[in-house]
């Protein structure tokens, strides 16, 4: 069928008006815009032309040939998109609603009659009529040889139908009054539309979630096209797009239970898998109860992960990073997001984050169940009323515990909903066939959650406490508070990493405990506030904290103390400690504990002993240590009774190593008392040696047993305690049987190291490998380089070695290659620690060893070599450069010869379920992880140690290695040429010929180098020089949108938007800077988020000097950005009202200069930080600036309901106290009004 512009065409060509008539003159621009493509606004409206052809030919005889024309048979398939639009349009019975301008019946189907309505005979909306059937606005398609053809057509048509009997205009009016209006095939600029709704919204206060309209263009013109309408503008990109959306949701309509079942049953797939319309569907049916509901009872349950979709905390997050090389990187934007998810571009810190959609909390149409807002009478805990859409989520959430992402989830949360905290723990106690580490984790993660402790201020808790102590005293009501406040709380957090982020992906057998949370123990927490005890209560608060030792050593025991180090400290801190001892917040308790012990010593001594007898010995964490310490205690125990006791101590706590300190104090400070019996059994038992431990093996275990047996006698006897003749030959006898036995491993067994806990340490003594001979020595450093799973120190003998006999470790590393045997590790601690100073000959045969690398181990130790280049290469070639430059061009050789795999960078995909999510690796940063950019960076770095004068040129030597890398493979060239871009200003002092040549025209974007070569440019940060400025002017000019398209992310096009508005700002007077119409065109060309943070660096401009804001940007803003309507959206207002706050004493000139711009704000996410807040001195803007920011907040206000600015109250009342003139000013009166109904 034909377009209105076809059709007049048609109408014109079967009049054949004469060339020089008004209607073909009126006409023309159509055909020449037809001809040439391009949207010309100088046209005469379509309507008026028709006007012409009634006056001139008749009324009846122009709409008759109409007819005739729309009445033809189409040769094409017609009626498919009509069909479309019938079935989205359904009413609940199932019959199509529509209202359509277009005068043909192809709404009407063949096989079905829909009731239809033609002017002026509307349904009557204001009574209460039906808007079922088909609503034919301008008048419905008549035979042709009907007598009459009333058609809307002609200007004089729409004045008599929107003016002067105005049926249309009413009928509209009550139309979006009561339904919501989807306008599809029309233009912002028709003339009905565009008439009437700009009358409609005159006052810009219509209801636009009531109105939406479909429009072809980029999101950011079509809502400035539409938003004068009062019309929510939705963009889509092409017409075949278009359609096949709208298919989509016909379908939806058609049956509304099937289509929601089969959006259901792709939840059975990782949403990860999924695209983000997808899982946007996903989330449609999620926000209804029916959706939630069939969600919650699909069998076999829903994909755990679809929980990340759901809370937009989790998908919304920032992208995260994992340690190391070839390490993952994970972007939960990328694996959860939703396709209307917002992005926030801003790097302010004190804007309020993007809030997307969260599916987990209350929603309008979800029901608010009125039995929960009550005073009294609450329901238990766990059974409060709920919304039906929330509990059916609840269901499935519960259903899901046999996966650790649940658990990963829940962690997150500062606090769950009881109703969920009730379902969970009932699940786990109902299932039967929960993996049994499945339901130990879930009931610590519910012991937690379940802690009212943990969603409160802890140190407002015990600051309360003290408070109430000084204002009651110790009463028993005081005491109970204390049992309360004391009592051991497990504490679980978000875990660290990449964990942070991504949910954890293996099953409940093989999942980290570290990868679901960080799992703590909080015991006491006083935040360095002491509070005093008197002794008259000091037994009651002794015994209350005496009691709690027993749950911390279960909550430590639950979450496997041996990875989540409780350091305690020692019950001597002042005695034997080297260093700073940082004793954690809850281990502190036992500090505490152990004074107010010393003074039930003192004033209590009988019970003192008392409970001390009770503390059972076996106890390694607090008891057996508390009991040592006791048993050292004269007041309180016989020694003979302590020698009893001790000797009756269990081999495995005897030798334990964390009670060592307490056993040996107590031992020499006692030995005295002891009886020779006594010390005799003591000492034969320490000279006896510990038992064998599981984890040591038959061979190392004699060895192992006689180095504590001899530290720990030594230990005694060099404090004076006295041996027996017996004992003493003993214990030489096993020193002697020691050949690598040294005093300090006597003397050092009872000293608390500071600063040793958590870090894991290298140790890199040779001792063990030093005298070994070279032969054997690859296989024995090889072996003592493993580390125990939970020791916290690295042993690397090797590294040992190269530094010490580095002559040694480089004849073994060579010995082991001629048998074939390249260990890539040894070969890598050989490079990294070989000493600076050694003599010049092992120098030469430590190099002349490299050069003779071969290719497949160089492609191993490509990193290595690569940065090892980057440090070292200028120190190589003035050692011998000959060596130099031929040891350089092998290893760049045995790179190469690895193909495009050995070229690449270290740095990470970013990756879903193995699928890579396609990044630019073409990037400065992907460069100086990759061996070929390492390489490249060492050669300009042998030139920069060079004082070089302008034009003093790079040496030839030099130029032709940098570019036989840019001939690099796979990654290799592009890192190159990234490297040595960045460096492009520099060179072009250096070597303006050179870079001419070899470098510039990478930067054109014709150029197959040119996106790695822009990146590293633009990774200098540095403003190009005037000389270069000149030369690449012109592709500075087409940086936009050419530098959006390539897929860095939106940091460098923030460089360049930065370089070219300084070219605006401050070099306006020179050649090489920009007009005012190329900084327009420019800004035009910017991506709206690109342009919002070019918004931000003019406020860091107004910012950095008193009269910058009147110098440098007004001008800016007033002469240079764009004016057009598709620039003024609510982005770019947050934009504007974020510098706003930075401008202070300037606000009012800048505010008349940007306020043009604004359009209301329909989100919370833009800040009033500095409207209601001091800063640097200045008063805040709206005390400073009363009337002016009541029109600014004005003018931001929605004009309907909707969220508001979190300050926005506290604006006003700052208005109200500094001005009160203005709380009866109208703006004022209208923002409280939009507060008190919000």
């Not at 079942?261 to 109860?289: C, F, M």
């Not at 770095?941 to 130029?959: F, N, Q």
Request: charged share 30%; aromatic share 10%.
């Amino acid at each position: 069928m034909p377009d209105f512009v076809k059709l007049t065409e048609c109408v014109i060509n079967f009049f054949d008006p004469s060339a020089d008539s008004e209607i073909r003159i009126a006409f023309q621009p159509w055909l020449d815009e037809k001809q040439k493509g391009n949207e010309s606004s100088l046209k005469t409206p379509l309507d008026q032309i028709f006007n012409l052809l009634h006056m001139e030919y008749g009324k009846h005889e122009v709409n008759q040939l109409v007819a005739r024309r729309l009445s033809a048979k189409p040769s094409g398939k017609i009626g498919h998109e009509h069909g479309l639009i019938k079935r989205i349009s359904k009413s609940a019975k199932g019959i199509p609603q529509i209202v359509t301008t277009n005068f043909d019946r192809l709404f009407e189907g063949r096989d079905q009659e829909e009731h239809t309505y033609e002017p002026p005979a509307f349904p009557d909306l204001g009574y209460g009529s039906s808007i079922e059937g088909i609503t034919y606005l301008h008048g419905k398609l008549q035979d042709p040889d009907s007598e009459s053809h009333p058609y809307v057509l002609s200007s004089a048509d729409f004045g008599r139908a929107y003016l002067s009997e105005g049926w249309a205009t009413k009928f509209i009016r009550d139309l979006l009054g009561r339904y919501t209006v989807v306008l599809l095939g029309y233009k912002a600029e028709d003339p009905p539309i565009k008439y009437l709704l700009q009358g409609l919204n005159h006052d810009g206060k219509y209801d636009r979630s009531r109105l939406y309209a479909f429009d072809k263009g980029p999101p950011e013109e079509i809502e400035a096209k539409w938003h004068d309408r009062g019309v929510t503008a939705i963009a889509f990109p092409d017409f075949p797009k278009l359609w096949e959306s709208i298919q989509a949701w016909a379908e939806r309509a058609d049956d509304p239970r099937k289509w929601r079942e089969s959006v259901i049953a792709k939840t059975q797939q990782d949403p990860k898998d999924l695209a983000a319309h997808e899982r946007g569907q996903v989330a449609h049916v999620l926000r209804t109860v029916q959706g939630a509901k069939l969600f919650s009872q699909a069998d076999p349950a829903a994909n755990p992960e679809w929980v990340c979709v759901m809370d937009e905390m989790v998908r919304s997050a920032e992208q995260v990073e994992g340690y190391g090389e070839d390490t993952e990187v994970f972007d939960p934007r990328a694996a959860y997001g939703l396709d209307d998810d917002l992005e926030d571009f801003s790097d302010d810190k004190n804007k309020s984050p993007v809030n997307n959609d969260d599916l987990l909390i209350w929603r309008e149409g979800d029901g608010n169940p009125h039995d929960f807002h009550r005073i009294g009478g609450r329901r238990p805990e766990g059974f409060e009323p709920l919304s039906a859409r929330l509990g059916h989520l609840i269901t499935w959430f519960a259903k899901s515990i046999h996966s650790p992402v649940l658990a990963w989830w829940v962690i997150r949360q500062t606090g769950i909903h009881p109703r969920l905290l009730r379902e969970l723990g009932g699940e786990i106690e109902r299932s039967k066939n929960l993996h049994s580490r499945a339901r130990h984790i879930w009931n610590l993660i519910l012991e937690a959650q379940r802690d009212p402790r943990n969603r409160a201020h802890q140190d407002r808790n015990w600051f309360d406490f003290k408070n109430k102590v000084a204002s009651e005293g110790w009463t028993s009501h005081v005491l109970r508070d204390f049992r309360k406040f004391a009592t051991p709380r497990l504490d679980v957090k978000a875990p660290y990493g990449l964990s942070k982020a991504k949910p954890p992906q293996d099953d409940w057998q093989h999942v980290d405990l570290g990868g679901l949370g960080q799992f703590e123990v909080k015991f006491l927490e006083r935040y360095n506030e002491d509070v005093e005890v008197p002794d008259e209560v000091l037994p009651e608060v002794f015994g209350i904290i005496e009691a709690q030792f027993r749950v911390v050593s279960g909550l430590l025991k639950d979450i496997d103390r041996d990875i989540y180090n409780f350091e305690l400290p020692t019950c001597y801190p002042d005695r034997d400690v080297e260093g700073e001892v940082h004793v954690e917040e809850s281990a502190q308790s036992v500090t505490w504990f152990i004074q107010l012990f010393d003074r039930m010593v003192a004033e209590y001594p009988e019970l003192a002993r008392a409970h001390a007898t009770t503390w059972p010995i076996a106890d390694p964490l607090f008891y057996g240590r508390l009991k040592l310490y006791a048993f050292n205690k004269v007041e309180l125990f016989e020694a003979d009774y302590v020698a009893e006791q001790v000797l009756c101590i269990q081999q495995e706590i005897f030798w334990d190593s964390d009670l060592v300190r307490e056993l040996v104090f107590l031992l020499i400070d006692r030995w005295h008392e002891f009886s020779i019996d006594h010390k005799s059994r003591l000492m034969k038992r320490i000279l006896e040696g510990p038992d064998k431990r599981s984890y040591w093996s038959d061979d190392e275990y004699p060895k192992l047993r006689d180095e504590s047996a001899a530290s720990y006698a030594r230990y005694i006897q060099l404090h004076g305690c006295e041996l027996t003749v017996d004992h003493t030959k003993k214990l030489a006898e096993l020193i002697e049987k020691l050949p690598e036995w040294r005093e300090s491993w006597a003397s050092s067994i009872a000293i608390k190291q500071g600063s040793s806990g958590g870090w894991v340490s290298t140790d890199e003594n040779p001792d063990e490998i030093l005298s070994l001979p070279v032969g054997e020595l690859v296989s024995k450093a090889k072996e003592a380089s493993k580390r125990d799973l939970f020791s916290l120190t690295d042993k690397r003998p090797f590294i040992g070695l190269v530094k010490s006999n580095p002559r040694k470790a480089l004849a073994a590393l060579t010995i082991s290659g001629k048998k074939g045997e390249f260990r890539e590790d040894f070969w890598s601690e050989m490079i990294n620690h070989f000493p600076e100073e050694v003599r010049p000959r092992l120098r030469l045969v430590f190099l002349r060893r490299l050069s003779r690398l071969p290719y497949s181990l160089i492609v191993e130790l490509r990193f290595t070599l690569g940065r090892w280049f980057e440090k070292n290469l200028n120190v190589i070639l003035k050692f011998d450069e000959a060596l130099g430059w031929a040891l350089y061009d092998h290893i760049v050789d045995g790179i190469m010869s690895g193909g495009a795999d050995a070229t690449g960078s270290s740095r990470g995909e970013v990756t879903l379920r193995g699928k890579v999510i396609q990044q630019s690796r073409r990037t400065y940063d992907h460069a100086i992880n990759g061996p070929i950019g390492m390489c490249t960076e060492a050669l300009f770095r042998v030139v920069t140690v060079e004082k070089l004068e302008a034009g003093s040129l790079i040496p030839g030597h030099i130029k032709s290695r940098v570019e036989r890398l840019f001939s690099a493979v796979g990654e290799g060239s592009d890192h190159a040429v990234s490297v040595s871009c960045r460096r492009l200003n520099w060179l072009m002092f250096i070597d303006p010929g050179w870079s001419n040549t070899q470098l510039i025209p990478m930067l054109n974007f014709q150029h197959p180098r040119s996106e790695a070569a822009w990146n590293g440019f633009l990774h200098s940060g540095n403003i190009p020089s005037p000389p270069l400025l000149e030369i690449i002017k012109p592709q500075l000019l087409g940086l936009f949108p050419k530098i959006e398209e390539f897929s860095w992310g939106g940091k460098l096009a923030n460089v360049a938007a930065r370089w070219l508005g300084w070219l605006r700002v401050f070099a306006w007077d020179k050649s090489y800077g920009l007009s005012c119409n190329e900084m327009r065109s420019i800004l035009r060309a910017m991506s709206e988020s690109t342009r919002n943070q070019f918004i931000f660096w003019l406020s860091q401009v107004g910012r950095h000097k008193e009269n910058d804001w009147n110098k440098h940007v007004l001008p800016l803003i007033e002469e240079d950005w764009p004016r057009e309507r598709r620039y003024r959206t609510m982005a770019a207002t947050e934009a504007w009202v974020n510098l706003l706050g930075e401008t202070g004493v300037n606000f009012p000139s800048v505010y008349e200069a940007v306020k043009k711009f604004l359009v209301p704000l329909e989100t919370n996410s833009h800040s009033l930080y500095r409207f209601i807040r001091e800063a640097a001195g200045e008063q805040p803007i709206t005390v400073l600036f009363p009337e002016k920011t009541l029109d600014l907040m004005n003018r931001i206000a929605p004009d309907t309901l909707g969220p508001l600015a979190y300050e926005l109250p506290k604006v006003l009342a700052l208005i109200s106290e500094t001005k009160p003139d203005l709380t009866s000013d109208p703006r004022y009166l209208r923002l409280i009004d939009l507060l008190e109904r919000t």
